[in-house]
């Protein structure tokens, strides 16, 4: 199953590649940080079964761009939001993006969804009742 580093990791990587002068941050005030910039968000992991012996895990991400531009900041965002599109889709599905003018940033939500095996997992392992081994060995 991919990992929450490596997602984090990937889109930084492949931003680069299209901005490579522009620096992440990791700032939370948002007057402290220096312009023009990039922030990676990653929220809370979503799971849930996808089969008897997968789950489906969804990762919510924000990635924000803020503007050099602080008084206009709509078609920079704007520019680098087209920029950005196709690579955002290769990660996800569904990408929804904001230009917010008075914080002049924009936002750019996308979910990176994964089905993964969950992996043999004895819940009654001494009782008998449920084994998730070989047939063979079952006893009840």
Sequence with gaps: MISI??????????????????PFTAQEKIEEIR?????????????????????????????????SDVQRPKLECLEVYEKLEPLLFKFADKVEANVNSTDAVLVMDLE?????????????????????????????
């Design 35 to 67: 312009r023009p910039a990039f922030k990676l968000i990653l929220d809370e992991i979503k799971a849930e079964r996808y089969t008897i012996g997968s789950v489906r895990r969804v990762f919510p991400v924000e990635l924000v761009y803020f503007a």
């Design 112 to 140: 990176i969804a994964e089905t993964g095996e969950l992996g043999d997992v004895d819940i009654y392992p001494d009782s008998g009742e449920y084994y998730s081994g070989d047939m063979e060995t079952l006893e009840i």
């Design 5 to 22: 580093d490596r997602i984090n990791a990937g889109i930084i990587e492949n931003i680069r590649k299209i901005y490579p002068d522009i």
